[in-house]
């Protein structure tokens, strides 16, 4: 079946652009995550969603950074003004965990790779 | 604050070598989580660890867990050219449902 997918896969940004990247999660999925990866680093935690409530912001690393998941299924992350230090791999991903206490793994997609100039 | 600590984070072995890799962290947790990324490429599952004492095997890796000593590794024998990657634990945040990525271990197997 249809994984994780992510749009657009590549992103050029000039410095102090706004961009939009985009998560389709697999079908079904209850919980929603972003996570950031620096080039050379494990992904950091951004974002949870569970269906459209957006249950963890804690690792947005300013109010530049937005996300939301208006009808509980597809997500954007959106970045205003963009800076160089916003330049990373934006990895999105899902699973079916509903919050039960039952760890569910989590799938992730191809990945958006954002380069700010 | 949890915190995942993998070593070693560069690895250059020969083919046919064994060789582990360990993930330690900070605070309590018995959900862990083994991925595989190649470059440019996301991340691939390799194994879930649900439980102290869990050992899971597939091909010529071996994950184990130990949630006393909040240490997990991962095992690679006799090592083939297709192993070469990134290897990622990560810890699952109870109360938070985010995982915690370790700082990954770059696998480099030489024929």
């Known amino acids: 079946g249809a994984g994780v997918s992510q749009s657009p896969r590549y992103k050029v940004a000039k410095r102090g652009q706004d961009v939009a990247l985009r998560c389709d999660p697999i079908s079904g999925h209850v919980s929603l995550f972003w996570y950031q990866q620096a080039l050379g680093q494990g992904p950091e935690f951004l974002t949870y969603f569970q269906n459209e409530a957006q249950l963890d912001k804690s690792g947005l690393p300013s109010d530049r950074f937005f996300a939301e998941r208006p009808e509980g299924s597809v997500s954007t992350l959106k970045i205003q003004r963009t800076q160089q230090e916003d330049s990373a791999v934006y990895l999105c991903a899902s699973s079916l965990y509903d919050g039960g206490g039952f760890s569910y793994e989590q799938y992730f997609g191809p990945g958006t790779r954002l380069t700010v100039t | ?111």
């Open chain 2, 1 to 111: 604050e949890l915190k995942v600590e993998q070593n070693p984070l560069f690895l250059s072995m020969q083919e046919g070598k064994n060789y582990t890799i360990y993930c330690n962290y900070s605070t309590t947790s018995d959900r862990l989580y083994w991925y595989r990324q190649d470059p440019g490429k996301s991340l691939e599952s390799l194994f879930v660890l649900l439980s102290n004492g869990a050992v899971k095997q597939e091909g010529r890796l071996m994950a184990s867990l130990d949630t006393k000593a909040r240490l997990s590794t991962l095992h690679i024998t006799a090592a083939v050219h297709d192993l070469s990657a990134t290897y990622f634990c990560a810890v699952w945040n109870f109360g938070n449902e985010k995982l915690t990525f370790g700082t990954g271990t770059r696998l480099t197997i030489i024929p």
